[in-house]
């Protein structure tokens, strides 16, 4: 079976292919291919409080491809969610409504919350060592999520408007950075033990790329903070020529460095994962459950 996700960031959308096996003990996910498109929401979003035009047709252009993609894929399910430019933007229903009648794909808008349970959802957690504490740290555009858990529970989760294109345009609340950092701290004080990170988000596998280290291994906070540094301190041009990055990559990875840190430090934080996983996984994840279920109750 193959299930299609689409994630309708604040600075890209991506539609993501996976294949699900069912032919062992347990489903077996494979990611087949992801498509990136940097439309940036969140420009518009953040500066003025709606989507303009000239976005709303690269959007509508874009879900258009993805429509005659996963035709083409016959996918079993799919599922649209957007995240924090859309459900910011003053125009937001009015732009879904347009796309769904331009290409039938419904879009649903997700709250913060909503945003990093089905993150969590992947289940990652369940793949490292019990007795530590983890802190899911996912960065996008408009906002960032975190998850703590430990013990094999979750106690907490939280959604806070700090992203990397609200930075860049100077349109993020102060009181957002004394929120996250009052929540990292209530969780630091009730959980002794060590915390690790697991972060998510094409910046933070992009800054784990570039540490070298092989995928699954752990990358030190120390690190992470050496590499942002180096990045910072190069201009735009040197990161796209000399480090390789995207156009819509060289601008965001040091806000997204910045949160990362922010957030490592506040919980005193010194190790953390990279996995390649996130609200599209996640959404894959999600679409699999409903469609079992909806087998299940079909007999």
Not at 94 to 111: C, F, K, L, N, P
């Amino acid at each position: 079976m193959k299930f299609a996700a689409i994630d309708i960031g604040s600075n890209a959308i991506r539609l993501l292919f996976y294949n699900v096996f069912e032919d062992g003990p347990a489903p077996a996910f494979r990611k087949v291919s992801l498509t990136r498109l940097p439309i940036r929401l969140g420009e518009d979003v953040f500066a003025q409080g709606r989507i303009g035009e000239n976005k709303i047709q690269k959007l509508i252009k874009s879900m258009i491809a993805f429509r005659n993609l996963m035709d083409v894929h016959e996918v079993a399910a799919y599922k649209a969610y957007a995240t924090s430019a859309m459900r910011e933007a003053d125009n937001g229903l009015e732009v879904i409504q347009r796309v769904y009648t331009a290409t039938g794909i419904e879009i649903h808008i997700i709250d913060g919350n909503t945003e990093a349970n089905v993150i969590h959802s992947n289940r990652i957690s369940e793949k490292f060592d019990g007795k530590n504490g983890y802190l899911y740290i996912d960065v996008g555009g408009g906002s960032t999520e975190i998850s703590f858990f430990g013990e094999g529970i979750l106690p907490f989760s939280g959604s806070y408007k700090l992203g990397t294109v609200r930075i860049l345009a100077g349109s993020e609340n102060k009181d957002e950075w004394q929120r996250l950092k009052d929540d990292i701290r209530k969780i630091r004080k009730k959980w002794k033990g060590e915390i690790i990170a697991i972060g998510s988000g094409g910046n933070i596998n992009r800054i784990f790329k570039m540490s070298g280290l092989k995928e699954g291994k752990p990358m030190s906070v120390k690190r992470l903070k050496e590499l942002h540094e180096q990045i910072s301190g190069m201009t735009y041009d040197e990161r796209t020529h000399i480090l390789g990055l995207n156009t819509d990559r060289a601008d965001v990875i040091v806000p997204a460095g910045e949160i990362y840190l922010f957030v490592c430090k506040q919980a005193d934080i010194k190790t953390m994962m990279v996995p390649k996983i996130g609200l599209s996984d996640g959404i894959i994840k999600e679409l699999y459950r409903e469609y079992k279920t909806r087998s299940a109750h079909s007999y």
